[in-house]
């Protein structure tokens, strides 16, 4: 009885709400889409269903109902509007991109040579699996393809080189792997506009609720020189709070050498991924200037990639994992702006500016990025943590804050999306993966997440002080 009443507890929350009278300045059909967008999220949270089904349910009974648009054809073009957003495309291309590097072992390569020359003891160890996390972030937005997928089967070899597995001496070596490349990846999350998917869909969302553009440059600028220290600091904070017992592992670079020498001299096919790698960097970064749109660059050099065999037209369309965070990302973008076109957005603005009004605009700023950062404990998915709360984050700071300073929030709520993953063993994509290897227990993750969130978050309290 129970997982019935959990697989179904979305759908009997939004009827429960929307059973409940409309509250004061806000229309039955702003009630009745709220209702149905708590639905959703509580759906993108639990997933009873999977993810996109949740939203593709979501936009379809709102547009049904007509809830955005009485006009039935304008409530078929609200419902679909997602699919013809620019960014959703972006993510979709950004997922092949990871593909590429998978397919051609440029990706794996990558690891192994940084373990080759600075795995002779173990915190070069943790600095090599940074780095290469490091290096794949800007060209792969799903940090679970980048950590869980091309660098944990290879790490997951090192600990049983030294006999530490999670039953025996997980603390020799295996845990301290373990926390470094997952705390890697959320600080590499953060660095890039590109490295994580959710940052895609925030800018979306932020420029549909303030009409505030965050190009790929304009995050680099900001958040590159404010994450590299942490980058840097995170291995050896790591080796200085969770200390391997092994610190030496000359095993590794004579492992990681034998590796390389099994896939040969670099192909073709990795200088071509890496040349294609680099020019959308370059459109990314230089696109504005060059008269590109980033989509359309990630797309043609897609093309480029599929064209010159680098992966091929099946593994496009067969890309199964690509085309789900495309339908999951279309319909909540559609579900976001329903927010704005039924006057959800601006009757909680009117509520929170109630709350908040009368203190001073820094003050304001710093408790928006620390309320956005402690309430992920509440989420397992950062994509539903962005799609819940970025739209009322952004227009209580429009309410709140001078216009000027609205742009650098927007940044800094955005920004800390990557880093809050460390908190819960479930806060981001790879994280249940790392976890799941068995090296760190519950309780140890959950005190490890709590020390190095609280150095996170006080980093990114710091920046928007800086920043604002």
């Given at each position: 009885m129970g997982k019935y009443i959990l697989k179904f507890s979305p759908v009997i929350v939004a009827i429960i709400m929307a059973l409940f009278p409309s509250p004061a300045g806000l229309s039955p059909e702003g009630w009745y889409f709220l209702s149905i967008f708590i639905g959703v999220i509580i759906g993108l949270i639990i997933e009873p269903i999977p993810a996109a089904l949740v939203g593709l349910l979501g936009v379809s009974i709102v547009a049904a109902l007509g809830l955005v648009d009485p006009n039935p054809t304008a409530s078929r073009n609200w419902a679909l509007s997602g699919f013809s957003n620019g960014v959703i495309w972006l993510i979709f291309s950004a997922f092949m991109f990871a593909l590429g590097y998978q397919k051609t072992g440029l990706g794996k390569r990558i690891s192994l040579v940084l373990i080759k020359y600075l795995g002779k003891s173990t915190l070069g160890l943790g600095y090599a699996i940074a780095f290469s996390d490091a290096i794949l972030a800007p060209f792969m937005p799903s940090n679970t393809a980048r950590s869980a997928g091309t660098i944990y089967p290879i790490?997951?070899?090192?600990?049983?080189?030294?006999?530490?597995?999670?039953?025996?001496?997980?603390?020799?070596?295996?845990?301290?792997?373990?926390?470094v490349a997952i705390a890697a990846t959320c600080v590499t999350s953060s660095m890039f506009l590109t490295a994580l998917a959710p940052n895609l869909l925030a800018i979306d969302l932020i420029a549909q609720t303030t009409n505030v553009q965050i190009s790929w440059g304009q995050w680099a600028k900001v958040m590159i020189p404010a994450m590299f220290?942490?980058?840097?600091?995170?291995?050896?904070?790591?080796?200085?709070?969770?200390?391997?017992?092994?610190?030496?592992?000359?095993?590794?670079?004579?492992?990681?050498?034998?590796?390389?020498?099994?896939?040969?001299?670099?192909?073709?096919?990795?200088?071509?991924?890496?040349?294609?790698?680099?020019?959308?960097?370059?459109?990314?970064?230089?696109?504005?200037?060059?008269?590109?749109?980033?989509?359309?660059?990630?797309?043609?050099?897609?093309?480029?990639?599929?064209?010159?065999?680098?992966?091929?037209?099946?593994?496009?369309?067969?890309?199964?994992?690509?085309?789900?965070?495309?339908?999951?990302?279309?319909?909540?973008?559609?579900?976001?702006?329903?927010?704005?076109?039924?006057?959800?957005?601006?009757?909680?603005?009117?509520?929170?500016?109630?709350?908040?009004?009368?203190?001073?605009?820094?003050?304001?700023?710093?408790?928006?990025?620390?309320?956005?950062?402690?309430?992920?404990?509440?989420?397992?998915?950062?994509?539903?943590?962005?799609?819940?709360?970025?739209?009322?984050?952004?227009?209580?700071?429009?309410?709140?804050?001078?216009?000027?300073?609205?742009?650098?929030?927007?940044?800094?709520?955005?920004?800390?999306?990557?880093?809050?993953?460390?908190?819960?063993?479930?806060?981001?994509?790879?994280?249940?993966?790392?976890?799941?290897?068995?090296?760190?227990?519950?309780?140890?993750?959950?005190?490890?997440?709590?020390?190095?969130?609280?150095?996170?978050?006080?980093?990114?309290?710091?920046?928007?002080?800086?920043?604002?």
């Amino acid at each position: 009885m129970g997982k019935y009443i959990l697989k179904f507890s979305p759908v009997i929350v939004a009827i429960i709400m929307a059973l409940f009278p409309s509250p004061a300045g806000l229309s039955p059909e702003g009630w009745y889409f709220l209702s149905i967008f708590i639905g959703v999220i509580i759906g993108l949270i639990i997933e009873p269903i999977p993810a996109a089904l949740v939203g593709l349910l979501g936009v379809s009974i709102v547009a049904a109902l007509g809830l955005v648009d009485p006009n039935p054809t304008a409530s078929r073009n609200w419902a679909l509007s997602g699919f013809s957003n620019g960014v959703i495309w972006l993510i979709f291309s950004a997922f092949m991109f990871a593909l590429g590097y998978q397919k051609t072992g440029l990706g794996k390569r990558i690891s192994l040579v940084l373990i080759k020359y600075l795995g002779k003891s173990t915190l070069g160890l943790g600095y090599a699996i940074a780095f290469s996390d490091a290096i794949l972030a800007p060209f792969m937005p799903s940090n679970t393809a980048r950590s869980a997928g091309t660098i944990y089967p290879i790490v997951s070899n090192i600990p049983l080189m030294f006999n530490s597995t999670p039953d025996h001496e997980p603390r020799k070596i295996g845990s301290y792997l373990t926390w470094v490349a997952i705390a890697a990846t959320c600080v590499t999350s953060s660095m890039f506009l590109t490295a994580l998917a959710p940052n895609l869909l925030a800018i979306d969302l932020i420029a549909q609720t303030t009409n505030v553009q965050i190009s790929w440059g304009q995050w680099a600028k900001v958040m590159i020189p404010a994450m590299f220290p942490l980058f840097i600091l995170t291995p050896w904070l790591a080796y200085v709070i969770y200390p391997p017992t092994q610190k030496t592992s000359p095993e590794a670079p004579l492992w990681a050498k034998k590796e390389l020498e099994k896939l040969g001299a670099i192909t073709r096919k990795e200088l071509m991924m890496l040349g294609y790698a680099v020019l959308a960097l370059i459109f990314w970064i230089f696109g504005k200037e060059l008269g590109v749109n980033s989509t359309v660059a990630a797309i043609l050099v897609l093309s480029l990639m599929v064209l010159s065999d680098i992966i091929t037209w099946e593994d496009v369309i067969s890309n199964k994992s690509a085309w789900n965070v495309l339908i999951w990302f279309a319909t909540l973008v559609a579900m976001a702006s329903g927010l704005s076109k039924t006057g959800v957005l601006s009757w909680i603005g009117n509520l929170s500016s109630s709350y908040l009004q009368g203190l001073p605009p820094f003050t304001v700023a710093l408790f928006l990025v620390l309320m956005f950062f402690m309430l992920h404990y509440f989420f397992a998915s950062t994509t539903a943590h962005t799609t819940a709360l970025m739209p009322l984050f952004m227009v209580t700071a429009t309410v709140l804050l001078p216009a000027e300073m609205i742009p650098q929030i927007a940044l800094m709520l955005a920004g800390s999306l990557g880093l809050m993953g460390i908190i819960t063993p479930y806060a981001t994509g790879p994280s249940p993966i790392w976890y799941g290897s068995g090296f760190i227990s519950q309780a140890r993750w959950w005190f490890l997440g709590a020390i190095f969130g609280a150095l996170y978050l006080a980093s990114m309290l710091i920046l928007t002080a800086l920043y604002v």
